[in-house]
Structure formats: structure tokens, C-alpha cells
């Protein structure tokens, strides 16, 4: 299992970024997908998970909004798109698969991640 994360890098607040996380080495359409994210200092902090179909979007209610999780299985790839960044968003952005198709299952497999850094 590979998970690669890109799309990263240094934003003004009130920007936008797409990240996008390719797999490899299993059968990306059979599982669910979520992103994680670590702010300097803190602990991991769950921004969004996606059903294995990409029909179902799964967001913790600090992130709704601001944060469209999606995805596309005939490229093996996870999106994730950031909307009006603010400072509070400066994170490293994990791709983590979960070990099911259902994302109440846990994640097994994780990426080294993308830093996002929100400055002006």
C-alpha cells in the first residue's frame, strides 16, 4: 500500500488549495478514504472521511463548510479541496485509507503527508 500526498505549500489566508492523495497497491475503489491533519505542536485532528463509492462525505462539524473531501477511482486518487484558508489551517495533511469500505472501521495505512501553510 502507497499513499502520496501532494499539493501542499504556502498560502495568503483567504486562498484556496486542491490536495490530492494517489494510491497504490490495493483496490482503491473498495475502501473508504479520509484525510487527517497535524498542526504544529498538536495533536492528529480528523478533516474528512469518503465512502468507497464517493457517494457519502463524512465531516466533523468544525469543518463543514470550508472543506470538500471527493474523489476518483478510475485514477486512484483523494481529493481534498480547502476553501477560505485561515492561519488555523497551517497542518501537515495526511491521506489515510481506512481498513474497510465503511470509514467507521479505522485506518490502517497512512502518507507521510503535505504541509499546508497558511501566511501572508
Known amino acids: 500500500v502507497q499513499l502520496v500526498e501532494s499539493g501542499g505549500g504556502l498560502v495568503q489566508p483567504g486562498g484556496s488549495l486542491r490536495l490530492s492523495c494517489a494510491a497504490s497497491?490495493?483496490?482503491?475503489?473498495?475502501?473508504?478514504m479520509s484525510w487527517v491533519r497535524q498542526a504544529p505542536g498538536k495533536g492528529l485532528e480528523w478533516v474528512s472521511a469518503?465512502?468507497?463509492?464517493?457517494?457519502?462525505?463524512y465531516y466533523p462539524e468544525s469543518m463543514k463548510g470550508r472543506f470538500i473531501i471527493s474523489r476518483d477511482n478510475a485514477k486512484n486518487t483523494l481529493y481534498l479541496q480547502i476553501n477560505s484558508l485561515e492561519s488555523e489551517d497551517t497542518a501537515v495533511y495526511y491521506c489515510?485509507?481506512?481498513?474497510?469500505?465503511?470509514?467507521?472501521?479505522?485506518?490502517?495505512?497512512w502518507g507521510k503527508g503535505t504541509l499546508v501553510t497558511v501566511s501572508s
Open positions: 489515510a485509507k481506512y481498513r474497510t469500505s465503511f470509514y467507521g472501521d479505522g485506518m490502517d495505512y
Open positions: 497497491g490495493f483496490r482503491f475503489n473498495d475502501y473508504a
Open positions: 469518503i465512502s468507497w463509492t464517493g457517494g457519502s462525505d
